[in-house]
């Protein structure tokens, strides 16, 4: 149940309470229970990554940095960003974050008014709402579609859109569906957005986590688009360290922008942030441009995970792959009994020993499906699912 707050902004009473969390928190404090609903990589973080940010400490960068970035970070961004998403960027473009959070939050803060209205994916990461909350701006839900090629339902963006609305929010691959989208979905979609006049935030938390092939960026369809002569939205990429490096703790990211909008994101950090830890900084320089391994071995184990559960899947009829899983580490089950996911989530952990992510915690679009995380053991997934399938009346 929400708290209720008896002082504060109305902003901030608006913000609803993480439904992932409530399972979390219950999932902890019961012992024995299989945990399939971490939203973090289980793989360490790379000991090249932690080495840089103590040597960076004993080196005496432990003092305020610039606001748009330590500049070997910066630099190191824009490589990365050239390398692997194929986009001309340079650091100028760029601006340090602290995790893709504080990046998408400093991002709408730069471009939204009070009242103004953030399309954004339902089901989907529930901040991506939530930091709309925050702003006095509206948080509108789109639907995505399912199934073999997720993508937003452009029809229903065309009933959603208003005179108010601003912003388009994309996350592909998605968390919570594990969906991808491909090169022609992102460009139907952008070319909507431009049509509309509309700025696209791009929330590419998961841009190196593809488990089958890769696609294009938003950013790099923009670019694409806007070379062959068709509307192209202006478009913002925030990035983030935490589930490619396995760097959640750390809180870094950043954000690539258009020109004209980089010293906005960074009047708004000014004030909000100062800057970034610089120790971590540094350790994001040696995660971005030392050895890479660590992020093929994330791949290669959420694959193998994925190919098991959908092996184990095919045997049972009471949970339902609700969308091909072809990138972040998750999974998307649709069940049929019309219990609240969030009382089956409840019920999972207190009588089965299994915590899944409810569907409703990522949007109304969300109920009827439990997300499980491909972050952990494969015998942990298992027995967890075969728990599921139990509790679900099934037999696996
Ligand atoms: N975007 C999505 C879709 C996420 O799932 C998450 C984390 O779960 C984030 C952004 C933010 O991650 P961080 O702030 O650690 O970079």
Redesign the pocket.
């Known amino acids: 149940t929400a708290p209720a707050f008896s002082v504060g902004s109305a902003a901030a009473a608006a913000i609803a309470p993480s439904g992932i969390r409530a399972v979390a928190d219950l999932a902890w404090r019961t012992p024995g229970t299989l945990q399939l609903q971490l ?2 990589p289980s793989h360490p973080t790379p000991p090249h990554v932690v080495d840089a940010l103590a040597q960076a400490a004993r080196d005496g960068n432990t003092r305020y940095g610039p606001t748009p970035g330590v500049p070997a970070f910066r630099e190191a961004a824009a490589a990365k960003v050239v390398r692997v998403n194929g986009l001309a960027v340079s650091p100028d473009e760029v601006t340090v974050c602290a ?6 939050g400093a991002t709408y803060r730069a471009l939204l008014d009070v009242g103004d209205e953030v399309l954004v994916p339902d089901p ?2 529930p ?2 709402g939530t930091l709309a909350v925050v702003c006095g701006a509206v948080p509108v839900g789109y639907p995505l579609l399912s199934g073999d090629r997720p993508g937003p339902d452009l029809d229903a963006l065309e009933r959603l859109v208003t005179p108010r609305t601003r912003v388009l929010v994309v ?1 592909t691959p ?2 919570p569906t594990g969906g991808g989208f491909d090169a022609g979905t992102l460009a139907d979609v952008l070319g909507w957005a431009a049509r509309h006049g509309l700025w696209v935030v791009a ?1 590419e ?2 841009d190196e986590m593809w488990l089958d092939d890769p696609q294009p960026c938003a950013a790099l369809v923009g670019q694409h688009l806007r070379e062959t002569g068709r509307p192209a939205p202006e478009v913002v990429s ?1 990035f ?4 490619t490096h396995a760097m ?1 703790g750390f ?3 950043y954000v690539c922008t258009p020109p004209a909008l980089t010293p906005v994101v960074r009047r708004v950090q000014e004030t909000t942030l100062s800057c970034v830890s610089t120790p971590t900084q540094w350790a994001g320089v040696a995660a971005l441009t030392g050895p890479q391994d660590h992020v093929e071995e994330m791949r290669a184990s959420y694959r193998s995970r994925r190919d098991l559960c959908v092996e184990r899947l095919a045997d049972q009829d009471v949970l339902t792959l609700a969308t091909r899983p072809s990138g ?1 580490f998750y999974l998307w089950l649709a069940y049929a009994t019309g219990e609240p996911s969030t009382d089956l989530a409840r019920r999972l952990v207190v009588d089965h020993q299994v915590a899944l992510a409810p569907g409703r915690a990522f949007g109304p679009a969300g109920e009827g499906h439990l997300r499980v995380s491909l972050a952990s053991a494969d015998d942990v997934l298992v027995e967890g699912l075969a728990r599921v399938v139990a509790a679900l009346g099934g037999t696996s």
């Open positions: 939203g973090e995790g893709g959070v504080e990046g998408l989907g990461w901040n991506l996350n998605s968390n929330d938390c998961y925030v983030s360290l935490s589930k959640t809180r870094l990211g972040a």
